[in-house]
């Protein structure tokens, strides 16, 4: 099984200055260790993030798009902004005791490779996984045989 975390912050200003971890343990008590080891920005620019959750049988799941913009915001709102990056995540999971349903596992791994083809023009090697999965080619996407204990009538 696998555990992941996130969180956000936004601010109100742009005056937002964080020189030391001090500086970040004040906004993330317990994630930082409060010392004067300096900082320093990685990036800048604006997010926009938007995403699903929901629950299909007893399979739960999480995709989430974010993009990142360097100009203006309010250029980004009215859409003259290029997106500069982006990323883009699919999870999904059924509650402890209970098993992967097969064909929404075989749903999720389509959809998530068509997102591929879409969106991760930049790698070629993603790119013919892809297409090997979508067009049969069983040897792609996960191997159910590995998470037998996760699958339904195995």
Known sequence: SKFSRG??????????????????ASIFPGAFIATED?????????WYRV????????MHYEIQFSLEYTGKIQSAIEG?????GGEWSMRFWADHGEKWDEEIVQDFQTLFYKLVL???????DHMACASAFLSG??????DLKEHK???EDW
């Open 7 to 24: 969180t956000s912050v936004s601010f109100n200003s742009s005056d937002e200055h964080f020189r030391s971890c001090n500086d970040l």
């Open 38 to 46: 300096p900082v320093s920005l990685k990036g800048s620019g604006y």
């Open 51 to 58: 995403g699903w959750h929901g629950v299909l049988d007893n």
């Open 80 to 84: 003259n902004e290029p997106i500069y």
């Open 118 to 124: 879409e969106f991760d023009l930049e790698y070629e």
């Open 137 to 142: 080619d069983g040897e792609y996407g996960i």
């Open 149 to 151: 204990e996760r699958v």
